[in-house]
Each structure stands twice: as C-alpha cells, then as structure tokens.
C-alpha cells in the first residue's frame, strides 16, 4: 500500500512538472530573463523535462523491482 501510494505521489508530480514546463503563466510580450544565454522559461521547461525523466526512470526501476521472473 504504502508504495502505492508513493507510486501515484510521484505520477502526480510527474504531472504537475509538465504543466509547469508550459509557459502560459507568462505575460504576452514580456522580455525574458536570460540566463546561460536562455531565456527563464526555456530553462524552467528544460529543468521540469529532466525531472519528469528521472522521475519515470524511478518508477520503472521500482515496478521492474516488483516483477520478479517466476521459477
């Protein structure tokens, strides 16, 4: 149960990452700031696309975990 719960904690964040990673939170015709010579948003959206990966990664280490082959 608990890893359960665990598993749908991190499917939900998984979510709300990607919808972070969409600017449209942004004001139209607003100048960015840059930073690494990126705009803010490209690199929030970079960051949330790379924890969503690691994330998923997780997920599928701990559910491969779970399928042990039977003998």
């Known amino acids: 149960m608990k890893n359960k719960t665990l598993r749908t904690a991190l499917q939900l964040l998984m979510l709300l990452l990607l919808i972070i990673s969409v600017p449209w939170y942004r004001t139209p015709g607003s100048d960015p700031n ?22 998923n990664l997780l997920l599928w280490l701990t559910k491969q975990d779970q399928q042990e082959p039977n003998p």
Not at 42 to 53: E, K, N, P
Request: proline letters at 5%; one cysteine or more.
């Open 34 to 55: 840059i930073y690494l010579g990126m705009p803010d948003w490209v690199i929030l959206a970079l960051t949330c696309y790379v924890l969503v990966i690691f994330i």
